[in-house]
């Protein structure tokens, strides 16, 4: 990306050409193990483009994808990405190649390491409201509540990933043992 926002992408490591197309999402993350983080772009048109670390350049990855999110799902210590398609289905890969599927269908997609093993896990929230999590990416459990919008960070800092939800009336609200809410005083509603 130049100084005036341009992308640009080379797949042959020589020649450099302009993305003709503007991001509708990104995530960064450290792609290459070097320690430097990269970028990855969903164009609006769905492309998945990868750039290893900032001003490597662009590569095209396979695949289609709506909403894009890094973690490292196989604890490897590089960068992996997961996202929803157009139709809520969620995907992942650890190599950049080949997308796997995992079941259930969601309009917001995270991803949380919510055992502590330092290998990140996914959860999201579908179109009704309702917050799932996956320990193995296979198997879905349901967090009771509804959520709008749904965040992680390890609030208590034992080393598990902890869930900050906002809801359908702006309330803010944490749970750490992924069972009950807590809410965080003072709505955002009326800002
Ligand atoms: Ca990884
Ligand atoms: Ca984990
Ligand atoms: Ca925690």
Same mark, same amino acid.
């Given at each position: 990306?130049?100084?005036?926002?341009?992308?640009?992408?080379?797949?042959?490591?020589?020649?450099?050409?302009?993305?003709?197309?503007?991001?509708?999402?990104?995530?960064?993350?450290?792609?290459?193990?070097?320690?430097?983080?990269?970028?990855?772009?969903?164009?609006?048109?769905?492309?998945?483009?990868?750039?290893?670390?900032?001003?490597?350049g662009?590569?095209?990855?396979?695949?289609?994808?709506?909403?894009?999110?890094?973690? /490292?799902? &196989? @604890? +490897?210590?590089?960068? %992996?990405?997961?996202? =929803?398609?157009?139709?809520? #289905?969620? *995907?992942?890969? !650890? $190599?950049?190649?080949?997308?796997?599927?995992?079941?259930?269908?969601?309009?917001?997609?995270?991803?949380?390491?919510?055992?502590?093993?330092?290998?990140?896990?996914?959860?999201?929230?579908?179109?009704?409201?309702?917050?799932?999590?996956?320990?193995?990416?296979?198997?879905?459990?349901?967090?009771?509540?509804?959520?709008?919008?749904?965040?992680?960070? /390890?609030? &208590? @800092? +034992?080393g598990?990933? %902890?869930?900050?939800? =906002?809801?359908?009336?702006? #309330?803010? *609200?944490?749970? !750490? $043992?992924?069972?009950?809410?807590m809410?965080?005083?003072?709505?955002?509603?009326?800002?």
């Amino acid at each position: 990306m130049d100084s005036k926002g341009n992308m640009y992408y080379t797949v042959d490591k020589s020649t450099w050409n302009s993305l003709s197309a503007s991001l509708k999402d990104f995530a960064l993350g450290d792609f290459s193990g070097s320690g430097l983080f990269g970028i990855a772009g969903i164009t609006n048109s769905g492309d998945i483009y990868l750039m290893p670390s900032v001003g490597s350049g662009w590569s095209k990855l396979p695949g289609l994808l709506n909403t894009i999110v890094t973690g /490292d799902f &196989d @604890g +490897n210590g590089v960068a %992996d990405l997961a996202g =929803l398609d157009v139709y809520g #289905n969620i *995907w992942y890969t !650890t $190599d950049f190649k080949i997308w796997k599927g995992t079941v259930g269908n969601l309009s917001q997609l995270i991803s949380i390491d919510l055992n502590g093993d330092n290998k990140s896990e996914l959860a999201g929230i579908n179109s009704k409201g309702e917050i799932w999590t996956t320990k193995d990416l296979i198997t879905w459990e349901r967090v009771p509540g509804m959520m709008s919008l749904l965040k992680s960070a /390890d609030l &208590d @800092g +034992n080393g598990t990933g %902890d869930l900050i939800g =906002l809801d359908a009336a702006g #309330n803010m *609200w944490q749970s !750490t $043992d992924l069972k009950t809410w807590m809410n965080i005083p003072g709505s955002l509603a009326n800002f």
